[in-house]
């Protein structure tokens, strides 16, 4: 779980993600979407796993409910970002939505993620609260957290702990990453 904040722009950030994310995390970004709907607005009751086990989870109106996915990870920095404000979780959709068409300018099909969720996750939760946006919560070794700046965090993610398969289809690999991994393997 986690949300890849490699620009300020959602537009931008979904065209950094590398090849293996944007697969990846539009499956990521929908489900903690979905719990932001769930937390919010849905009805908590007691479930079983298939195991027998008893499980929280939250049920929304039947127009969303066989829709979303199940709430997971409640507890994460993501999770917790994401359900924050109205500006965050908007932020999220938007970089979401264009990481769905990054996915399909990248790989010639839609995602079946975007077919199922795109509609459902538009709005905010209803209960979500106003406020501003700020970065999303690194989510990540300690190693590359940067003090109170979550974009060199993750971009230093990015070069130090995804690099072995970093690859950008359709796309030029970004400054940053290249200047930081010619930065980082100097210093080897």
């Not at 507890?75 to 939505?97: G, K």
């Not at 990054?102 to 509609?119: A, D, F, P, W």
């Amino acid at each position: 779980m986690n949300i890849f904040y490699l620009d300020k722009d959602p537009k931008t950030c979904a065209e950094m993600h590398l090849d293996k994310h944007v697969v990846k995390m539009i499956i990521e970004y929908g489900q903690l979407m979905s719990t932001a709907h769930r937390l919010l607005d849905g009805q908590m009751y007691i479930d079983k796993t298939a195991n027998g086990r008893s499980i929280k989870r939250w049920r929304v109106g039947d127009d969303l409910e066989d829709i979303l996915m199940k709430a997971s990870h409640i507890n994460h920095p993501s999770a917790i970002w994401t359900r924050a404000n109205r500006q965050n979780y908007i932020w999220l959709y938007r970089m979401w939505a264009y990481l769905c068409k990054e996915y399909t300018y990248r790989y010639g099909k839609i995602h079946s993620v975007e077919t199922r969720l795109y509609q459902a996750l538009y709005l905010p939760p209803l209960n979500i609260v106003d406020g501003q946006f700020y970065p999303p919560t690194p989510a990540m070794p300690d190693d590359c957290k940067i003090q109170n700046n979550s974009l060199a965090s993750y971009h230093k993610y990015y070069i130090e702990h995804k690099k072995h398969f970093a690859k950008w289809t359709k796309r030029d690999v970004p400054l940053w990453f290249t200047e930081g991994l010619n930065t980082h393997n100097a210093n080897l």
